[in-house]
Each structure stands twice: as C-alpha cells, then as structure tokens.
C-alpha cells in the first residue's frame, strides 16, 4: 500500500501543479524544463514499483513492463499538456514533452540497472555472486 501511494500521491501532486496557474519567464522555463525531467524520471521508477514489479528474469515480460510503464507516462505528460491548454496562464507545450520523455528515459534506465543487479543475484549495491573457480 505504501508503495503504491509513493506512486499516486506524487503523481496527484504533479496535476494540482500542472493545472495551476504557473510563473513565466526564461528562469521559470528552464526549471520548468528540469521538473518535468525529474518528475517524470521519480514517476517512472515509482511506477514500476508499485504496479509492475520486477522479477528480475528479463525476457519478453520484462521488455513489456518498459514499453508499458514508459508509454503510460508519455500518454499522461500529453494530456498535461492537452489539459493546460483550458487552464488560465497556463499554455500547452509540445517542446515540454522532450524532458518528460528524457525522464523517463533516465526513469527507464535506472530501473535496468536495478533489473540487472537482481538477474545477477543479488540487489544492486551489493556485490555480485562470485561464479565459477576463484584463485
């Protein structure tokens, strides 16, 4: 359950955000660039923990889990976007679309890396299991 709420609260964080009324400017574009970035890099992984959790076997299922968790993302920074358009001082950006998609590329990778440390038996952080005759 908390978990899950790790993923959801924040994402409910990033609407009541998106669909305010936001500052303007080139400072505020720039962070602007950088939240959406990191927003979404914290969604992704925070979604895939919460509702497809790996197992660390890869293969097709893993791949599915990627190209689901990474288009669910997307189709929800779109309607952000589609959605700002009808809020005051707020403007429906495509160009904000590229940092929303480069956190979750950053989102993505991470959790391979994750995935890759578990295949190798053990969580990441911790050294692999030594295989095979050591000298």
Avoid: N
Wanted: aromatic letters at 12%.
């Amino acid at each position: 359950m908390l978990v899950r709420g790790a993923f959801w609260v924040p994402l409910a964080v990033c609407m009541a955000v998106a669909f305010s009324p936001a500052p303007t400017g080139v400072v505020a574009h720039l962070t602007g660039a950088l939240m959406h970035g990191a927003a979404f890099a914290y969604l992704t992984l925070a979604l895939f923990r919460a509702h497809f959790p790996t197992t660390g076997r890869g293969g097709r299922g893993e791949a599915r889990r990627f190209v689901a968790v990474a288009l669910w993302l997307f189709a929800f920074g779109v309607f952000v976007e589609v959605v700002q358009v009808f809020v005051a001082g707020r403007d429906g950006e495509l160009a904000d679309l590229l940092p929303d998609a480069a956190g979750i590329a950053a989102g993505c990778g991470l959790q391979g890396g994750w995935t890759r440390g578990l295949r190798r038996g053990g969580a990441p952080g911790r050294k692999p299991q030594q295989r095979g005759f050591q000298t």
